[in-house]
């Protein structure tokens, strides 16, 4: 038996630093918004015979695109400029190949124009407020026979949230550093990792709905630490599996598909944890009204003061 309620304090400060460090990096640096969401031109690009990522930036530079995003993708270059035109693009590689003495293929060509990128994001917001909400009514109602309902729906978004806001964070830190954009398919894996997410809390909640009918023990706090533990090994090996998909894809699969597979990843593992240390200890404290447990280091501050 694994003592997860008797470690909920730890957990919940483990995951307020985290949340407060994601929240200031979402704060101080924002998201580096894709051509999906802020319109413009991309190119992948093969060069024969190879260029260095120096080169190509400083041969942009010269011909009008200082601007532009320059990311090595194994032996092609990804870059993102302002929108312009089929022509100026066929005059744009004519440039490129005569600068740097080199033939270029174009492998992939995509412009969007900031109307409908800004629509889009719009649409995306809204996705994942209408996914949350959904969330939440649908756990409402699965768990309407139990006392207050609503506080589990509550307790599970919460941990979503938690979870959301991981992704969030550490892509505002990649975007800093590395020049990492969010996109449509960005959105899609925060989707699925909302999904994956509740599916997990639910299996939780379900389990411990069942202990409390059975009356395995009066106080609740045993009931949720049991379920927790016997749905432990289930949450670990769904994920454990899932998460070998996902390092195969991220290993193997396409650059375009790169960083949708590494907000999979980083959603996967805030999920799993998220399930079983923060949404059932969540609704012991409320289920007991005992707050202060939430960062008693807070309460005992106060009390020495």
Known sequence: MIDFIGKKQWFFLGSAIVVI??????????????????????????????????????????????????????????????????????????????????????????????????????????????????????????????PSPFKWGTCAIIALIHDVLIILGIFAILGQVANVEVNAMFITAVLTIVGYSINNTVVVFDRIRENRTKGISPDFAVTVNSSLTETLARSLNTSLTTLCVVLALLLFGGATIHYFVLALLFGLLAGTYSSLCIAGPLLVIWEKKEWSQLFPWLAATKKAA
């Open 21 to 146: 460090i994601m929240i200031i990096s979402l704060a101080a640096f924002g998201l580096q918004p894709g051509i999906d969401f802020s319109g413009g031109t991309s190119m992948t690009l093969s060069f024969t015979p190879q260029v260095e990522q120096n080169q190509l930036r400083q041969e942009l530079t010269a011909l009008g695109y200082p601007e532009a995003i320059v990311q090595r993708s194994e032996n092609n270059f990804f870059i993102r400029i302002k929108e312009i035109l089929p022509e100026e693009k066929e005059v744009l590689i004519s440039g490129l190949e005569t600068g740097l003495d080199t033939e270029i293929l174009v492998l992939d060509y995509n412009a969007i124009s900031p109307v409908i990128a800004t629509r889009t994001a719009r649409n995306a917001g809204i996705a994942v407020a209408i996914a949350a909400v959904a969330m939440l009514f649908y756990i409402v109602w699965a768990f309407r026979r139990m």
